[in-house]
């Protein structure tokens, strides 16, 4: 006995059994014109200009569940195997931050120095007198 391709199904099609595979069936389908959607429910909705041939969705019935697997493998990005970049080293205070250090430097250079009382030092009357 010889072994089917995995997944593959008998069709009774009036006059002897035909095997299906999903595979053929979404091919068949988009042959027609039928364009195949899987909802994020995991409906298959189907939309062509004329209504589909009854046996494609005997056909496409019949191997509903694998159907929708080709579906959602086709949805999913071909990015989504890479493994995913680490993510970057959360910025930890005292770490060199080029833009901050360089705002500083920039107004170092072009501002007058502040007066003393305005750096934190002096007394203060804060303290209500």
């Known amino acids: 006995m010889q072994p ?3 997944h593959a199904y008998a069709h009774r ?3 002897g059994v035909r095997v299906v595979n999903a595979r053929d069936a979404i091919a068949r389908a988009e042959a027609l014109g039928v364009r195949l959607r899987l909802e994020a429910d995991g409906q298959v909705k189907l939309a062509a200009a004329a209504p589909p041939p009854a046996d494609l969705l005997a056909e496409l019935r019949l191997c509903r569940d694998d159907v929708v697997r ?8 071909a990015w989504a195997d890479i493994a995913p970049e680490p993510p970057p080293r959360v ?8 833009l901050r250090d360089g705002l500083l430097a920039s107004a170092r250079r072009h501002m007058p120095p502040l007066p003393s009382a305005a750096r934190g030092r002096g ?7």
């Open 91 to 98: 910025y930890q205070p005292g770490d060199p931050d080029p």
């Open 13 to 15: 099609a009036g006059v």
């Open 4 to 6: 089917h391709e995995p």
């Open 70 to 77: 080709l579906l959602a493998e086709r949805r999913r990005p």
């Open 123 to 129: 007394s203060s009357r804060a303290d209500g007198e």
